[in-house]
């Protein structure tokens, strides 16, 4: 049982480039979230899919596009990076559909650096 | 202003001491509340729960105060291994009559000897 698993761990871009973070979860759950932290900013939503086949934004949406591939991958792609997109990139998935209420487990975290 | 707030530290305590972090948060209509742990580069973990009737794990206790909106965690005894962040997180009202968790800027804690 490997929980959320994320791919790749590190990654550094030219600015224009594109690329897509991968996540996956075994525990079958609903919800999967992604979010984006900097230094002295704590965690910051980027887009949520509270069950199979929805996707809605987050606090910061801007840059960024989701795909829910099926319950388990929820994939994060970024067309154009900026070097304002530097930063660490978490996935995480809950059990309950909108996730009120629910214990969140979180992946290792993909590090990207956009020069 | 952020909707949920942390004093952000670093808290620097003895072992075995007795240290309590706050959180406030700005949507009365929030629910669900959070500690997570976040140890240096590594993924957030929870840490506990936060029930209206204040609960306790062991040496760490949670307690929510919906009148004046923060929560609190209180930990006893600290150990060499509390050292972390911890990170408050709040459900806040969302789009669509979702919730979404946000999290605060988390307090770092360091124990030592």
């Known amino acids: 049982n490997a929980g959320v698993t994320q791919t790749p761990k590190f990654q550094v871009l030219k600015t224009g480039q594109s690329m897509t973070l991968q996540c996956a979860q075994d525990?079958?759950?609903?919800?999967m979230y992604w979010y984006r932290q900097d230094p002295g900013m704590g965690l910051r939503l980027i887009y949520y899919s509270a069950s199979e086949g929805t996707t809605d934004k987050g606090e910061v949406p801007n840059g960024y596009n989701v795909s829910r591939l099926n319950k388990r991958e929820f994939s994060l792609r970024l067309e154009s990076a900026a070097p304002s997109q530097t930063s660490v990139y978490f996935c995480?998935?809950?059990?309950?559909?909108?996730?009120?209420?629910?214990?969140?487990?979180f992946g290792p975290g993909t590090r990207l650096t956009v020069l | 202003r952020k909707e949920v707030e942390q004093d952000p530290g670093p808290f620097n305590v003895p072992e075995g001491a007795t240290v309590a972090f706050n959180c406030t948060y700005s949507n009365s209509a929030s629910q669900s509340f959070f500690w997570y742990r976040q140890d240096c580069r590594k993924e957030p973990k929870l840490l506990m729960s936060?029930?209206?009737s204040g609960n306790e794990d062991g040496r760490f206790t949670a307690q929510l105060n919906r009148a004046s909106q923060y929560i609190s965690l209180l930990i006893r005894d600290s150990k060499l291994s509390d050292s972390a962040t911890y990170l408050c997180?709040?459900?806040?009202?969302?789009?669509?009559?979702?919730?979404?968790?946000?999290f605060g800027r988390g307090t770092s804690l360091i124990v030592h000897p």
């Open positions: 997180v709040v459900n806040v009202p969302w789009a669509g009559g979702s919730y979404i968790p946000t």
């Open positions: 936060v029930y209206s």
């Open positions: 525990m079958n759950h609903n919800s």
């Open positions: 995480a998935s809950s059990d309950r559909r909108g996730a009120n209420g629910d214990t969140q487990y």
